[in-house]
């Protein structure tokens, strides 16, 4: 039994952990809510097509899902701080290059670079922070990790609008900003979670998807329908008929929903029994409120609120399925199945903008609303069907 001394000193150490990986990627949102906009815009200022801007974009994602099986066995081969500190750097000097790099197709290496490095940042960052939350307290954590971030994300594009896209302030800013991310994650190096190589290597990256399979699909609809939400949500609006100012307010609704709701939902996590079915209720009511959509989209102020806390409570997939995959599992195979949780969130991001896209071609207007709810009600049918099982085999 471990003294009220010892008790103090390791409580001391989890929270400096968590400070270290919360505040570290964090740093990284802010830099990359800067940096992606500077890219598309000065791109644009070069004459690159909408199509060619579109495309440096998408390797992006295609970048990320390939990072994802390398995570782990780059943080058992060399340590979790040594691969953060080094993923900094490669991404910090990733971003620079593009500065000095003349030619259109130097952008496609770099932009791999930038998100290999991105990605397995977030992962080991956020493996970091469910090994290190109390089991008490992990959906609190887990959404004050969301809060947090989500404010660094805002305040890159704030940040991005002070400081313009003209030389190399913008860069030299991105630069600076990033590389203050390894400060935390040094001063905790003495904290880290060692990733030791797992007994059993029969497991492949793929098996991993299913080990938890309501954690890694609620992050795969929650990708896609953030990514493809936010993609074609303008369009939306437009066919509404609201202004591009006002489906953008609509938009900052959603993300204000979002920072707002995760530490109160978090801690909701923390006192159910079984989070998956909290991930029910989420998907469930990210389910309504698609349906209501067609019928609420001619009212603003109607929107505006029915689009803060939906946007909340379908953020909450995200926060409160990674502490599910961290209540279920530990050691090697809790950092394998959170790379593979990214991976998942990779896959929702490059299937989600299709398929949104393809619903409002052949349904009109409402497909946008039809083709979220799909989403949805794919996930409500595969946590009801595994409450059920659980239920036959007590």
């Given at each position: 039994?471990?003294?009220?001394?010892?008790?103090?000193?390791?409580?001391?150490?989890?929270?400096?952990?968590?400070?270290?990986?919360?505040?570290?990627?964090?740093?990284?949102?802010?830099?990359?809510?800067?940096?992606?906009?500077?890219?598309?815009?000065?791109?644009?200022?070069?004459?690159?097509?909408?199509?060619?801007?579109?495309?440096?974009?998408?390797?992006?994602?295609?970048?990320?899902?390939?990072?994802?099986?390398?995570?782990?066995?780059?943080?058992?081969?060399?340590?979790?701080?040594?691969?953060?500190?080094?993923?900094?750097?490669?991404?910090?000097?990733?971003?620079?290059?593009?500065?000095?790099?003349?030619?259109?197709?130097?952008?496609?290496?770099?932009?791999?670079?930038?998100?290999?490095?991105?990605?397995?940042?977030?992962?080991?960052?956020?493996?970091?922070?469910?090994?290190?939350?109390?089991?008490?307290?992990?959906?609190?954590v887990l959404g004050l990790y969301a809060t947090v971030l989500s404010l660094g994300f805002a305040a890159g594009p704030w940040l991005f609008s002070q400081i313009g896209s003209k030389g190399f302030l913008p860069f030299g800013v991105t630069f600076a900003v990033t590389m203050i991310a390894a400060i935390p994650v040094a001063a905790a190096w003495r904290q880290s979670p060692a990733i030791k190589r797992s007994d059993d290597e029969s497991r492949s990256f793929a098996g991993y998807i299913w080990l938890v399979p309501?954690?890694?699909?609620?992050?795969?609809?929650?990708?896609?329908?953030?990514?493809?939400?936010?993609?074609?949500?303008?369009?939306?609006?437009?066919?509404?008929?609201?202004?591009?100012?006002?489906?953008?307010?609509?938009?900052?609704?959603?993300?204000?929903?979002?920072?707002?709701?995760?530490?109160?939902?978090?801690?909701?996590?923390?006192?159910?029994?079984?989070?998956?079915?909290?991930?029910?209720?989420?998907?469930?009511?990210?389910?309504?409120?698609?349906?209501?959509?067609?019928?609420?989209?001619?009212?603003?102020?109607?929107?505006?609120?029915?689009?803060?806390?939906?946007?909340?409570?379908?953020?909450?997939?995200?926060?409160?399925?990674?502490?599910?995959?961290?209540?279920?599992?530990?050691?090697?195979?809790?950092?394998?199945?959170?790379?593979?949780?990214?991976?998942?969130?990779?896959?929702?991001?490059?299937?989600?903008?299709?398929?949104?896209?393809?619903?409002?071609?052949?349904?009109?207007?409402?497909?946008?609303?039809?083709?979220?709810?799909?989403?949805?009600?794919?996930?409500?049918?595969?946590?009801?069907?595994?409450?059920?099982?659980?239920?036959?085999?007590?």
């Open positions: 039994m471990h003294t009220p001394h010892q008790s103090a000193a390791l409580a001391h150490t989890r929270w400096l952990a968590i400070t270290a990986a919360i505040a570290s990627i964090s740093v990284v949102g802010i830099a990359i809510g800067l940096g992606i906009p500077l890219l598309s815009v000065i791109l644009e200022s070069r004459g690159h097509s909408a199509s060619m801007i579109g495309l440096n974009t998408a390797v992006a994602g295609v970048a990320s899902i390939a990072a994802a099986p390398l995570a782990i066995p780059l943080a058992v081969r060399f340590g979790v701080v040594p691969t953060m500190l080094a993923m900094i750097l490669a991404g910090a000097s990733a971003f620079v290059g593009f500065y000095f790099a003349p030619h259109f197709w130097m952008w496609f290496p770099l932009r791999v670079t930038l998100h290999v490095a991105l990605t397995v940042l977030f992962i080991l960052s956020e493996f970091w922070i469910s090994v290190s939350a109390p089991l008490h307290r992990r959906g609190f309501t954690a890694t699909a609620a992050v795969l609809v929650f990708g896609a329908v953030e990514t493809g939400g936010f993609a074609l949500f303008p369009v939306y609006g437009a066919r509404m008929g609201y202004s591009e100012s006002d489906a953008a307010l609509l938009l900052s609704m959603i993300g204000l929903g979002n920072v707002v709701m995760q530490v109160p939902l978090g801690m909701i996590s923390d006192r159910v029994r079984d989070r998956r079915q909290l991930l029910l209720g989420c998907a469930l009511t990210g389910l309504a409120g698609m349906l209501a959509l067609p019928y609420l989209a001619g009212n603003w102020y109607v929107l505006a609120v029915l689009l803060f806390f939906w946007g909340g409570v379908v953020a909450a997939l995200y926060t409160i399925g990674l502490a599910h995959l961290g209540a279920r599992l530990s050691g090697h195979e809790l950092a394998s199945a959170n790379a593979a949780f990214v991976f998942c969130y990779g896959l929702g991001m490059v299937l989600g903008p299709q398929a949104i896209g393809i619903g409002m071609d052949i349904l009109g207007d409402q497909g946008f609303a039809w083709s979220l709810a799909l989403f949805f009600a794919a996930y409500v049918a595969l946590v009801a069907w595994r409450l059920a099982a659980s239920r036959s085999r007590t």
